[in-house]
């Protein structure tokens, strides 16, 4: 079975930061383009980051200039870095894949999904 797994969530004090990887084992990452959601309690999953195939990258407007999403093909593992964290960023932070690419937008039809990761921004 396909799977991809989130690691490195945690509980951090607001103006830290975290570094999220998600890994992929049973498939090659290669040629997916991957994104980052995240959902917090009692509110609708929203799209964080994503990058294609080709490294081009998109950020919400919530995250820009704090967070960075990388990809490591050769590990098979697509990073979040996210520095400067606030309390608003709380949630569950998950990882998906496409095989449908797009340089240009991250509304994608997402065809795998992680189980999650937990993020806790609190002083």
């Known amino acids: 079975q396909l799977q991809l797994v989130e690691s490195g969530g945690g509980l951090v004090q607001p103006g830290g930061s975290l570094r999220l990887s998600c890994a992929a084992s049973?498939?090659?990452?290669?040629?997916?383009?991957m994104g980052w959601f995240r959902q917090a309690p009692g509110k609708e999953r929203e799209g964080v980051s994503c990058?294609?195939?080709?490294?081009?990258?998109h950020y919400a407007d919530s995250v820009q200039g704090r967070f960075t999403i990388s990809r490591d093909n050769a590990k098979n593992t697509v990073y979040l870095e996210m520095k400067s964290l606030k309390p608003e960023d709380t949630a569950v932070y998950y990882c998906?894949?496409?095989?449908?690419?797009?340089?240009?937008?991250?509304?994608?039809?997402?065809?795998?999904w992680g189980q999650g990761t937990q993020v806790t921004v609190s002083s």
């Open positions: 998906a894949a496409a095989a449908v690419d797009s340089d240009y937008t991250c509304v994608l039809e997402y065809d795998y």
């Open positions: 990058i294609s195939s080709g490294g081009n990258t």
């Open positions: 049973r498939f090659t990452l290669d040629y997916y383009a």
